[in-house]
């Protein structure tokens, strides 16, 4: 099936990518976030961890410098695919499984409260990334459908060298949808070169090779030149929408 038949009608709809870092919110779904934006709905981004503190947590002065390259890379990304503003929740990077899962909900909450998304975009449940893992889990939490939640569609997307890496067994991505991103794909590929400092030479999985690749793998699927898949994690129809 195709997401559009899943988005909400309304002309404008506010959608939220909850990220563990930045760059895989355009790995993920960048053909679809700018999907969104040239229809007029809203699109923000949420990251949850810093993405740079693992890689050099003895050098203060490399993680800050890090941290600015990372954030310029995501705004020139954001610029090209029509995202309208990220938050950084600034967690360290690949230790959210250190955290009580209640600090991370909290946070999370807050930006909930202050969007007010109708659609969720994060990372799926079963990635090897533990940042990803534990994004997933904070985000179904945050977004538990108690009454007066305004949350109606949560969905799942796949990060290459993450999710494909994992142990086949454990919950495998087997997406349910699929968006044509044809007419969007050169702008999530150039939102790509705005990371390339998380890009590697192909045959490596994280290849812009790679990534163009799985988008025409995942088009072919379902008959269209270009597509991102994703898991249907939740979808909730009210009965005021049908009037």
């Excluded at 999985?205 to 699927?221: D, N």
Aim: charged fraction near 25%; glycine fraction near 6%.
């Amino acid at each position: 099936m195709k997401l559009e038949n899943h988005l909400p009608d309304q002309a404008r709809a506010r959608v939220l990518v909850a990220a563990a870092h930045a760059d895989d919110e355009v790995i993920g779904c960048g053909g679809t976030l700018a999907r969104h934006a040239a229809k007029g709905d809203a699109v923000h981004v949420v990251f949850l961890a810093d993405g740079v503190s693992a890689r050099c947590p003895a050098d203060r002065a490399s993680v800050l410098q890090k941290l600015r390259e990372r954030k310029e890379a995501a705004a020139a990304a954001h610029r090209i695919l029509g995202i309208q503003g990220a938050q950084y929740l600034g967690f360290p990077d690949n230790r959210l499984d250190s955290l009580p899962l209640l600090d991370i909900v909290r946070a999370l909450e807050s930006i909930l409260e202050k969007l007010a998304p109708d659609v969720i975009y994060t990372h799926h449940h079963g990635d090897l990334n533990i940042d990803h893992h534990i994004t997933h889990k904070a985000v179904l939490t945050a977004c538990r459908p108690q009454p007066g939640m305004r949350v109606r569609e949560i969905y799942a997307f796949e990060v290459i060298s993450s999710t494909e890496w994992n142990t086949p067994g454990i919950e495998p991505f087997a997406p349910q949808c699929h968006v044509d991103i044809t007419p969007w794909l050169d702008k999530k590929m150039a939102a790509l070169e705005a990371y390339q400092m998380e890009m590697r030479k192909a045959p490596h999985s994280r290849s812009p090779e790679h990534i163009g690749a799985l988008a025409a793998h995942r088009g072919m699927c379902v008959g269209v030149a270009a597509a991102e898949a994703f898991m249907v994690t939740r979808i909730c129809r009210y009965a005021k929408d049908e009037r």
